[in-house]
């Protein structure tokens, strides 16, 4: 089982974590690590506290209890920004810079953050932009790419700054069904190619093949965790079942015990 | 601007060919002349002659009615001909104020909206309460303020150099003091609805990459932020260009101090005032152009002119 954290460096730590937004609490008493090239997909229903638990991480929201630490490193004691470069986040509507050109997205922050030269900055965006199969668009702007070859962008964008952890907050819930499988297949590459992993999302097939354990998480709480082969086969919890089987059958109306 | 020009083109040039040639006969070839002195490098008498001989001409009847009337427009001519070189020192003026008016009130209005919209609780209050008050009040009353009640021209003629040949006199720098605060305020205005209208993941993407807030507002919050600006920001201008007439309320002589003195002197304001809103038109026509011009070339494949996703 991964993320026990016993023995062997660890990645990424949530530890006991709490947020609220007013009074609605949004994450109750998240407890969960993972190891380097750990791939965690969490799933679940909206507004179960998914985008939140990862934008927890690269601390674009406060958590309000509990603690976190990313490679043993106090969460609360890193820079912000520091941080943030550490840690690359993929968003589901893209936000790509829109004034910029693909290239010029995947540059920006090598150039403003990490200082680097005009020079330097294009060949590590072509580099990235070809990894992710966008060579030859380096000069379109997002307003000419389709959503998929966006999001691929925006993968490129936060691979650019070498981070050790990306974050995938339901990376391909705002794309058309068929530019969906241009994406998945940069983050399964990117998977195989040992990078450390916490994604959102209700793409199970992907959650099947890639993952290393995948979570449920419901009203902000984990309801279960564990392998993919285990939790989809076999769930321990009945709302575990539940959930799973609403996927399977997304029209079913709920007719109540005994259906 | 190369090929068939436009009809906007066409009315435009002649304007600025005229301006361009005046300018440099008063600055350069015969510099030192007072502006009332000066006098109108046009045939002005063979235009006046040809008026004169209409008004004679025909000895009754339609024909002779008719070129009367044709000697009346031609002596409206002749009388704009000759106000031409007033008018073209009053309109320098009025450029340089609006020009300088709208530059420096950019600058400013540029902290103005972004604290407005970013900052904290006490510098948006700061920035609202600035923007309110020079929105609230006349700009004539503000320019007062500033010309007959702080007496600003009493610091201002200390500087060394105000009102020496070709640099303008206090009353002109007080001017610009005035038109830029206050067009700072709207320009703050258009460009804090600009920004707020961008969406909110821009500088939520540029944090998550590790920019600083003030980073992410420089490299991403702006450049997009400026461009929606832009049509109000053309507005802005158009209403400057009008709006610099007020100087002429504490003794600038712009285009309109100008027009009003050739009118009292002569009494006839109707026909100066058509002249002077003839250059206004013109103006006008010619900042819409430059805006037009500037939106096209700002322009982002993909991105409208709204922020609207």
Not at chain 2, 3 to 15: C, F, K
Not at chain 2, 164 to 173: D, K, M, N, Q, S
Request: hydrophobic share 45%; with cysteine.
């Amino acid at each position: 089982m991964t993320g026990d954290g016993r023995g062997r460096a660890e990645m990424l730590r949530f530890e006991n974590v709490s947020n609220s937004y007013g009074s609605e609490e949004v994450l109750d008493d998240v407890s969960l690590a993972l190891a380097p090239q750990d791939v965690e997909v969490v799933i679940g229903p909206s507004g179960s506290g998914k985008s939140t638990l990862l934008r927890c991480v690269n601390r674009l929201t406060d958590i309000d209890a509990g603690e976190m630490r990313l490679d043993g490193q106090k969460l609360s004691g890193l820079d912000e920004n520091e941080l943030r470069r550490r840690v690359g986040m993929v968003f589901q509507q893209f936000n790509l810079f829109a004034h910029r050109t693909a290239l010029g997205n995947v540059t920006l922050g090598p150039r403003v953050v990490r200082g680097l030269s005009r020079e330097a900055a294009r060949e590590l965006g072509h580099e990235h932009l070809r990894r992710v199969g966008l060579a030859d668009q380096a000069d379109a702007y997002p307003g000419e790419l389709s959503g998929g070859q966006q999001q691929r962008v925006g993968i490129a964008r936060a691979l650019a700054m070498g981070p050790e952890l990306m974050l995938f907050d339901e990376p391909t819930s705002a794309l058309d069904p068929e530019l969906i499988g241009e994406v998945l297949s940069v983050m399964r590459e990117l998977a195989g190619a040992g990078m450390t992993m916490l994604c959102a999302t209700h793409e199970m097939g992907f959650a099947r093949e890639v993952a290393t354990s995948v979570t449920f998480l419901e009203e902000g709480r984990i309801v279960e965790r564990g392998p993919p082969a285990q939790l989809f086969e076999s769930p321990r919890e009945e709302r575990t079942r539940e959930f799973l089987s609403r996927l399977d059958d997304p029209t079913a109306v709920d007719r109540g015990p005994g259906r | 601007m190369l090929g068939r020009p436009s009809l906007a083109q066409l009315l435009v040039a002649p304007l600025w060919l005229y301006l361009i040639v005046r300018w440099t006969h008063d600055w350069v070839l015969a510099p030192g002349q007072n502006v009332s002195a000066r006098v109108s490098l046009l045939p002005l008498e063979a235009v006046s002659e040809t008026a004169r001989w209409l008004d004679r001409a025909g000895e009754s009847g339609l024909l002779a009615a008719v070129s009367t009337w044709a000697a009346g427009g031609v002596e409206f001519l002749a009388f704009g001909l000759a106000s031409l070189p007033q008018l073209a020192a009053g309109a320098w003026l009025t450029i340089l104020l609006t020009v300088s008016a709208i530059l420096l009130g950019f600058v400013l209005a540029v902290p103005l909206a972004v604290v407005r919209v970013y900052g904290n609780r006490p510098l948006r209050w700061l920035s609202l309460s600035i923007t309110e008050t020079l929105r609230g009040t006349p700009l004539l009353a503000q320019l007062f303020v500033l010309y007959y009640g702080l007496s600003l021209t009493r610091y201002l003629g200390a500087i060394p150099g105000i009102g020496w040949g070709l640099i303008p006199g206090t009353a002109v720098f007080v001017a610009v003091v005035g038109f830029t605060i206050n067009s700072a305020a709207y320009q703050a205005e258009y460009i804090r609805s600009a920004l707020q209208g961008l969406d909110g993941g821009q500088l939520t993407a540029a944090r998550a990459v590790g920019l600083s807030k003030l980073a992410g507002i420089r490299h991403v919050v702006l450049p997009q932020g400026l461009r929606f600006a832009i049509p109000g920001w053309s507005n802005e201008l158009v209403y400057l260009i009008k709006y610099s007439s007020l100087a002429s309320f504490i003794t600038v002589g712009d285009l309109f101090f100008r027009a009003r003195s050739i009118g009292s002197d002569s009494y006839r304001y109707l026909e100066i005032y058509a002249v002077a809103g003839v250059f206004y038109v013109l103006l006008v026509l010619s900042a819409s152009m430059l805006m037009e011009r500037v939106e096209t070339r700002t322009a982002i494949p993909g991105l409208g002119t709204t922020g609207d996703r």
